[in-house]
């Protein structure tokens, strides 16, 4: 079977199961393909191919475009220049970030037998794929510093004020929380002088917006006491 996406990447794969499990309508679901299973071990490139040609025959057969699936765009990078430029589009057209992968071959195409290993399908996570996203960077206003949990009890953790809260989206939260990037003497303090931090805005960054408008993979970076 392919390998495939549901969902435009900008949103998150916790919100495409809710979504999923809860749609009773899924009309607008549409495949994103970008790899499929093979029990023989042919080369991610040639896969790739066998892809391109599967949907030619496709479009051929039926005689216009598909509406339900589509191949995902695969370029060879020869720089980390070139890595830049193309994340950057991809990024600027609404994906959350790019996959890079190792390949069998050559910028010229030939292969080489002792690369094919780190090309084959491998089910799950491997090193031979790399996953690269941006962080994006917000502020909120602190309304409670909270403990941590276990051994972290005695250490702060900010309560903020969402700043992407939507009134119309029903889940949408008001609050969520961010772990500070800072030292447990730092957090110890957060906590005891909490009051002296609420109120003030809090700089965090964060991965990507749930399908709710709720940051996700939050990073404190520190109080902005400052105009």
């Known amino acids: 079977p392919p390998r495939s996406t549901l969902f435009p ?8 199961q809710r979504s999923v499990n ?13 790899d499929y299973f093979n029990a023989e071990e042919i080369p991610y490139q040639t896969r790739y191919q066998n892809l391109i040609l599967a949907y030619n025959d496709y479009v051929n057969s039926e005689g ?9 765009e695969c370029h060879m990078i020869k720089t980390y220049k070139d ?9 600027l057209n609404g994906h959350e ?7 069998s071959s050559d910028f010229e195409g030939n292969e080489d037998p002792q690369k094919l290993s780190s090309s084959k399908y491998i089910h799950g996570r491997t090193s031979n794929i790399l996953k690269i996203t941006d962080w994006f ?22 309560v903020l004020e969402n700043p992407f809260y939507d009134p119309e989206i029903p ?10 990037e800072a030292t447990e003497e730092e957090k110890r303090e957060y906590l005891v002088s909490k009051e002296k931090y609420i109120g ?28």
């Not at 890595?83 to 990024?91: A, N, P």
């Open 9 to 16: 990447y900008t949103t998150l794969f916790r919100s495409i």
């Open 22 to 34: 809860e749609s009773t309508d899924l009309q607008n679901v549409k495949y994103n393909i970008f």
């Open 64 to 72: 216009q475009e598909p509406e339900k699936f589509t191949i995902v």
């Open 83 to 91: 890595l830049k430029r193309r994340h950057q589009k991809y990024v």
């Open 97 to 103: 970030g790019t996959i890079v992968r190792k390949i």
């Open 137 to 158: 960077s917000a502020e909120g206003v602190i309304v409670d510093v909270i403990p941590g949990e276990g051994k972290y009890h005695n250490q702060g953790i900010m």
């Open 171 to 180: 889940k949408s939260k008001k609050t969520f929380k961010v772990t500070p």
């Open 200 to 227: 003030k805005p809090y700089t965090f960054e964060y991965k990507a917006l749930t399908a709710y408008k709720c940051p996700f993979k939050c990073r404190g970076k520190g109080v902005r006491d400052y105009e």
